[in-house]
Each structure stands twice: as C-alpha cells, then as structure tokens.
C-alpha cells in the first residue's frame, strides 16, 4: 500500500508539473495519431453526437463509449478491475461512491485544469483525485394538479411529509435498489442526524410506500405527469419537471404540471477520471477536459438532465424556469457514506420495511 | 451408432466455458468463512424461504393454468389457433420490465408488493412455455388409445387419469422444472412487482454484488442459489426418466368441441388469451396516445428520434442488431438444443447429470454469471470483455435449454423399437436415425427455433451486460427510455415494445404454420 501510495503522489506530481508546464494548451494538441479512448460510464450517460465527432476530428481522439448499468454498478467494476481497467476514462462515479473508488485506487489522480472554471461550491469536491463535471438534485416532486385539485397545500419540508394530512400520498425507492431511493435516505440521514430511524418511522406510519425502482415509482406509483398512479408526492430529480416539458407530446403547448420540494433534496456531484492502469492515459486526459470545455457543458442539461459543473454556461429556459437549484442541499462527505452505507441499508430496512 | 458422448461435447462445452467457469471463479473470489456466515443469518433463511415459496406456487399455478388450454390448442379443432397460441406465448418471450409495467397498471393497487401479484405475474409470464413443452408430445398421442378406454367404460375422468396422462407425465415434469427454475431466479417480476420487503435469493446476490460490493456474501448466496438449483434439476431429471413411457406416435386429427369438458376447456383458452392479451393490448393502445389524442407521434419518432445524442437511434437500425443477434443466437441454440436433447436422450447412465448440467443456465444468476465473467477476464488469460459475439452467445445459453426441453419429451417418447427396425433393415446409422427421430423432432424443431427466436429477441439480462451502447437492441432501448421522464420516453418505449411485439408473434405465428405444416 504505501509503494502504491507513494506512486499515486508521484502521479499527482507530475501531473502537476505537467499542467504547470502548459498552463491551459489542452492537451488534445499533443495527442495527433489516431487514438481509441474507453470511456467507461453509466447508462444514463448521454451526449449530443455532433460533439463526439467533431471532437475526434480536431484531436484524432475516437471516444468509445462502454456503459456498465448504473453507477453503483459502474463504480462495482471499477473496483474490481482496478489496476487492469475496462477502459482510461471513467465518468459518473458520485460523491456517494466517490470514496469506495478511490480507497481501491482505481484512479490515476488527474484534475483538469479547467477545473478553475468550476463553480466553486464544487470545484474541490474530487480531492484532487477526479474531476467534477456535473451535478444534480434528487428531491421529492409534487403533482400540483392533484393538490390544486384539492385545494390542499402541498408539503414543504421533510417534516411535513410524515404530518396526517399527507398520509398515504408520498413513494420513494429502495435505497438497496436504486440510486435515487439511495439519495434520499442520505438527504434524511444528512438532515436529521442520529433522529433519521425516528423520521422514517414516521414516514411508515404515515403509509409512504418504498417500491425497487424509479420508473415503477415514478411512472406507476406516482400521479403526475399523465401518469396513472395515486400518490401525488415521489422521490426523483429537481430537472424531472422540465424535463416533462421538453419531452411533453408537444412541448410548444406544454404545460408544467409538477414542482420539487425545496427542502430535502439531495446533491449528486459526477466526476470523471483516469483510470489507474489506463492504456492511452493522455488521451484519457484529453477527454477529461473536453467534458468540461464549455460545448460539452452547455449540452449537459438537454442531453443528462444534470446541471454543468462550470460556472457561467447558459441553462436551457426550461431549466431556468422549473428547476429552481435548491438554496440548501442536504450533502454528505463521500467518506462518511462510505463508511456507513451499508450500516445504514440494514437500518433502513429494519426500520422501514420488516 | 451415435454416440451420446459425442453429441454432448459442444453443449457441455459451452455451458462448462461460459457458465461454470465463471461461477466457479465468483467462488473462488468470494468464498471465505464469512460467506458462511451470512448461511446463518435467520434473514438467509427468510429469503430462501420466500423464494422457494414464491417459486413453488408460481409453478403449480402456471401448470394448472396451461394444461386445459394446452389440451384444447392441441387436440381441439380451434378458431384462431395459431392466433391464440401466439398470444399466450407473448408474454413469456416479452422483456419482463416492459410487460411487468403494463402488468402492475392493471392489477388492483392493494396487490401491489404482495405473494398473490408475484404469482399472478409469474403464471402470466410462463403459461405459454408450459403449453409449448406439453403440447409438443400431447398434438402426437394416439388418440385410439383413449378412444378404447372409453369403449372399455372408463370415465372422461379416468381415461385422462389412467391413460393420457402417464404419457404426459415427463413433459409435463420437463415444464414444471423450467418454470421452477425461471421463478426460482426470478429478477424483473420481483423488482417491478414485489415489495422491497421480501427479497428472492437472485435479487439479494444483484444486490449485494452491484450495489453494497459485498462479494463474499454475494458468492454465499450463490453457491446456496446453485445448491439448491442442481438438487432440483437433478430430481427433476431422475423422475422424467423413470416415467418415460413410449407411446405409437401419430398424428390424430384435432377433434371438433363435443363434451361439456371439451368446451369448458376451448373457453378457458380463450379466456386465458383474453387475460393474458390484457397488459399487452393496454401497451398497444398506450402507444397510439400522445398528449391525450390518438397519434402516431411515437412510432415517427423512434423512426427518426430528432434529438441527435448518443440515445437517438433510429428503429432500423436497433431493429437490425436485434435480429442480427437473434438469428445466430437462434442457430447457436438450436444446434446447442438439438445435441443436447439427443446426448441427454441418448445417454445410459449419465443421463441426469448430463440434462441437468445442460438446463443449468437457466437456473444460475444471471448476474453471476455476468459478474464471473467479469472476473475471468480479469485475472484469466482471456479478456472477453467488450467481445460483441456474446450477446448472441448469452441469448443462446437461455434459449438452448429451451430447445433441448422441447425436444426431449418426444425424442424419449419415440418407441426404441422403432430404432431398432430401422438398424435391422440395414440403415446406415444416420439414415436410420432421420427416419426415426429426426423426421419426428424436425417439426418440433421450427416450433422450437421459433420460440428460441422469440427470446433471444426479448432477452434483457444476458444482453444488457454484453452489448454496446451505440448499437442497443430493442429491449434494452425500451428501458433506457423508461428509465426517464417524460411522455415522449414513455410513449417511444411502449410504441418500440409494440415493434417488438409485432416481430416477436410473425416470429411464432410463421414457426407453428411451419411446424404444423411440415
């Protein structure tokens, strides 16, 4: 471990002196042969195709794209393979997961330089081991037409999630099973401290239901945009609302119809890095900064639904208009989660379901 | 001669390359005294116990469900035949995500998570494969036989009890343990369907391994999952030998509808039909609705997606990968299926180790097998990883088992005798054996190439963890557009279900008009 850990510090020394030396001259102008970089991701990953092409066009560099499930999944493999990658780059390892990544060294410390462009809430998150690239909220969405309907006011807080007039009317996912389910129980766990098995026990009182997935949650269970369930409150992303408008059946005419829940959202930050072992590891570096060049991040919100980790890049109007950033993101360091998910997933469970 | 030793080289070889090895090293990886812990855990045994349960009763209901309809669409004269034989085998060759929503919008809200919803879906999911595994060997009974035990004063009840049904017995024993293993290792059902609280044995090692990382309980449930899987193939496989009975093959004309039973039994398929058609008619008219009218929006829309990401492929050309894949995983597993049945058949003394091994890909983790791989690639010598002909390959391991299912019942139903006549007029062995057993199995071979067509089409598992993302086939496109909101994701995937749909029945329905034609 301490040679590896001494090769790690080297790597991020020379890095540095590297990007010393070249300040901000991308890379892609000293890689000129024809290159094929992997870049190993989730299956939510998705880009604009012009960009791709046109990037291998000015650097030579071909991105094949290998997506391995979801994150946690993505993340599993890494750790597995590291030392002997799948691929050089890797994008859509989370601040949740961050730490079981970099404790099995899966990285090559690599931080691009244009890292100095990132807002800076975010912009030292990666530890000097991966790169923020974009970031997102997991929040509870509200079907307003169901609550106008009513004349009932929608909920507020997390608190008032568990009061009587609610009850019945909230579905979240197992956070054994799915990313977003895992994101809301680190929001209560962020919010409440050691009370969250209280909260939860409340939530079960007051008839939430869990269910294994997101589109069963969302597209099941829940009752807003058009879609047949009966509870008007679900756990998914602060861009799930424009996201109904711009892919409504007619997005000219399209009307929002549901919102997010300010309080309890929770923040999931994307890196990319090169992997540890990786064969064209410049390349892979290449590839890096050119997610954060100011075409990839300006793509970012139509193409993932997530919000660019660089600061100044114009947000799509749906975005500006329906997916109001949360003022205080529940957020947990990676290290803590790493810890203790586990410990967590067995007291959710007891908790909440058995 | 032909030798079953011979025949069973590249069944066994592929299942032993892609199957056992890679368990083998998920054991190997993950085997340590705390694997054996988590055996302990009374939680382990909850598990197991729900998902033997689960299992259990999806299969004894799947059965009961199938066999009238079963005796109807092969003895009966029936309207629509090919029709309604289509419809109730769609279900089974239909991802189980895409299904399994259209399943859960329809069932009552407080079935919802519970037993009852499992088996309901497991017994939609699988009737039609019962009803293809029985029916191959029921269509070829002698109808003269119960004609005389009639004559001799025997019961409808009793001629069924005492002389059709020792006949159907290692078929219908051959479906059972099908249904027993794809309930037993049940994934998408029990993740759509089932509540959070009551995990099956496959969802706790997809869990552990994918999620938590937790590798040496992941390689503990597995080896507990395999255990028990290879005991029952085992059993399974010894009792269908020991009831084999031979019987004169013919080809008895379907008789028209007379006896009230014989009419209850052509309602009830019908019904079953009805039922079964339910979801999937639900996804059809779903898909012709955008923004509360009727529309055709969805289909141009996956014709040319206009959105020009990485997500926006054309239906073509995801149709195109999905038949390319099918059509090699449907050789591979036929020629896997048909050695196999013969090996198995065939077989003196190795008979059920040889059909179990063969059967066992559908009863190991999917994700197992996955994560093994992984593992092979790693550490092996070869890095399988990225190597586009697996797809076809893991559709094939799902689909050859099949085959060989199908197959088997008749090939042990063919009276040896016949073999023997056929020898002693001085065939050369292979000519002997076409006039005997391969003219017999020919035409259940299209039935069966159909239907290992049909699931490679829909198979989502194995293809998953295996294809490229610039080239998707349809089922994995389907779920990567349910996994987002929005109606337009949600209207493309039921209108490329519905594309699915459409592919997967002219699939069945040309295989049987074959098939009964031959």
């Known amino acids: ?354 | 001669m032909i030798r079953s030793r011979g025949l069973a080289i590249a069944p066994v070889g592929v299942v032993a390359l892609f199957l056992l090895i890679p368990v083998v090293a998920v054991l190997i990886a993950g085997i340590r005294p705390e694997s054996l812990e988590i055996l302990l855990e009374s939680r382990t045994w909850r598990v197991v116990g729900f998902t033997t349960l689960q299992a259990l009763l999806s299969t004894v209901v799947s059965v009961a469900l199938a066999l009238p309809a079963t005796y109807a669409l092969h003895r009966l004269r029936l309207r629509m035949r090919r029709l309604t034989l289509a419809v109730l085998t769609v279900p089974f060759v239909l991802p189980t995500v895409v299904v399994g929503l259209a399943f859960r919008a329809l069932l009552p809200e407080s079935l919802n998570g519970t037993l009852t919803a499992i088996i309901l879906a497991h017994a939609f999911f699988n009737v039609g494969l019962v009803i293809r595994v029985v029916g191959g060997v029921w269509s070829r009974l002698d109808g003269r036989m119960q004609d005389a035990a009639r004559t001799l004063g025997l019961s409808s009840f009793n001629v069924f009890r005492r002389v059709t049904l020792p006949y159907l017995r290692p078929a219908i024993l051959a479906s059972t343990a099908l249904v027993a293993m794809f309930t037993f290792t049940s994934f998408g059902v029990i993740m759509v369907l089932g509540s959070p609280a009551q995990p099956t044995i496959e969802v706790e090692i997809y869990r552990r391994t994918t999620q938590i990382l937790d590798i040496s309980a992941a390689a503990g449930l597995a080896l507990l999952q395999l255990v028990v899987v290879v005991v029952a193939l085992i059993w399974s496989a010894a009792l269908q030998r020991r009831t084999v009975m031979r019987m004169r093959q013919s080809s008895t004309p379907a008789l028209p509808a007379i006896s009230a039973v014989d009419r209850l039994c052509v309602y009830w398929t019908y019904l079953l039909a009805l039922a079964l058609a339910l979801p999937v008619l639900a996804l059809t008219l779903r898909s012709f609705r955008a923004g509360n009218q009727w529309s055709l929006q969805w289909y141009q829309q996956i014709a040319a997606p206009s959105g020009g990401t990485t997500r926006d492929i054309g239906a073509f050309s995801i149709v195109t990968t999905s038949l390319r894949y099918a059509v090699l995983a449907t050789i591979l597993a036929v020629v896997l299926g048909v050695l196999g049945a013969m090996a198995v058949q065939l077989a003196t003394r190795r008979g059920v180790t040889l059909e179990a091994t063969l059967l066992l890909p559908l009863g190991v983790s999917a994700v197992t097998i996955g994560f093994g791989l992984l593992l092979v690639s790693i550490r092996g010598p070869v890095d399988l990883r990225g190597w586009t002909f697996l797809v076809p390959l893991g559709q094939a391991l799902v689909a050859a088992p099949l085959v060989m299912m199908l197959l088997l019942p008749i090939l042990r139903s063919i009276d040896p005798r016949l073999r023997y006549v056929a020898a002693t007029l001085g065939s050369p062995p292979l000519k002997a054996w076409w006039a005997v057993d391969g003219r017999l199995i020919g035409r259940a071979t299209v039935g069966a190439a159909g239907l290992a067509c049909a699931v490679s089409l829909g198979e989502f598992g194995a293809t998953a963890f295996l294809a490229r993302v610039d080239e998707p086939t349809i089922p994995l496109q389907i779920v990567r557009l349910l996994g987002r909101p929005g109606e337009a994701n949600f209207g493309s995937a039921t209108a490329l279900a519905v594309v699915l749909l459409a592919i997967t029945a002219v699939v069945l329905i040309t295989t049987e008009r074959g098939r009964t034609q031959w």
């Open chain 1, 1 to 354: 471990m301490r040679v590896l850990g001494l090769a790690a510090l080297l790597t991020v020394s020379l890095g540095l002196a590297a990007c010393g030396g070249s300040p901000t001259a991308a890379p892609s102008t000293s890689v000129r042969e024809p290159v094929t970089v992997r870049l190993l991701t989730h299956d939510s990953f998705v880009l604009s195709t012009a960009l791709l092409t046109d990037f291998t066009a000015r650097t030579g560099i071909t991105i094949e794209v290998v997506a391995v499930g979801d994150a946690g999944e993505l993340v599993n493999r890494a750790v597995l393979s590291a030392g002997k990658p799948e691929g050089d780059v890797l994008f859509g390892v989370d601040n949740s997961l961050l730490s079981r990544a970099v404790s099995a060294s899966v990285f090559a410390p690599y931080v691009s330089p244009e890292v100095s462009n990132v807002r800076p809430e975010i912009a030292t998150s990666g530890n000097g081991i991966v790169t923020p690239i974009d970031d997102g909220d997991v929040c509870v969405n509200i079907d307003n037409v169901w609550f106008d309907k009513r004349g009932v006011t929608p909920p507020k807080t997390l608190d008032d999630l568990t009061m009587p007039k609610y009850a019945g009317l909230f579905v979240t996912q197992n956070p054994a099973t799915s990313s977003p389910g895992l994101a809301f129980m680190l929001a209560t766990i962020a919010k409440y401290g050691d009370g969250w098995r209280d909260y939860w026990s409340q939530l079960r009182a007051n008839d939430a239901l869990a269910v294994n997935g997101w589109t069963e949650a969302y597209t099941s269970e829940f009752s807003g945009a058009g879609n047949s369930g009966s509870r008007p409150l679900v756990v998914s992303y602060s861009s799930s609302p424009p996201a109904e408008i711009i892919y409504a059946a007619d997005p000219a005419k399209a009307t929002v119809t549901t919102s997010t829940m300010a309080d309890g959202c929770y923040r999931q930050i994307e890196y990319a890095g090169v992997l540890a072992g990786a064969s064209h590891p410049d390349a892979a570096k290449a590839v890096i900064d050119w997610l954060l060049s100011p075409e990839v991040q300006s793509d970012l919100a139509l193409s993932m639904f997530v919000f660019p980790a660089r600061a100044g890049v114009a947000l799509p109007q749906e975005f500006a208009q329906y997916a109001p950033r949360p003022a205080r993101p529940e957020e947990l360091s990676a290290e803590e989660v790493g810890a203790n998910q586990q410990q967590w997933l067995n007291e959710w469970t007891e908790t909440f379901i058995s």
